[in-house]
């Protein structure tokens, strides 16, 4: 995939959030090897991380099933240095975002964790 597309699947989840309310804090969030898509608050109560997914075609399967075990460690991981760094203490929550070919998005919330 381009990474006109990512970030283009990027912007539509930013736009999707936004309208729910979310403050976006932080995009392309990197610790070591690990990277959170998108970092946002709710309200000032909730922290969430979203892992957004794109795919142009869903022959291999839908996209929220393209989190592997492997990334939603990475993305803990991050998590984990991100929540310290900022001395977070409210609620967290790991949520994906699916985008398809057409501009169609989905949000799981709670997803994994």
């Not at 957004?52 to 869903?58: D, F, I």
């Amino acid at each position: 995939m381009s990474k006109e597309k990512g970030f283009a699947g990027e912007s539509l989840a930013i736009s999707h959030l936004e309208k729910l309310g979310f403050e976006i804090i932080e995009q392309n969030y990197r610790h070591g090897r690990s990277e959170v898509d998108i970092i946002a608050i709710l309200d000032n109560r909730l922290l969430v991380f979203v892992e957004v997914k794109l795919r142009t075609h869903t022959a291999y399967g839908e996209p929220e099933t393209f989190v592997t075990k492997n990334q939603e460690r990475k993305i803990l991981e991050a998590a984990d240095e991100y929540i310290l760094a900022i001395n977070w203490h409210k609620g967290i929550r790991f949520d994906i975002i699916t985008v398809d070919a057409q501009g169609r998005l989905e949000h799981f919330e709670d997803a994994f964790y």
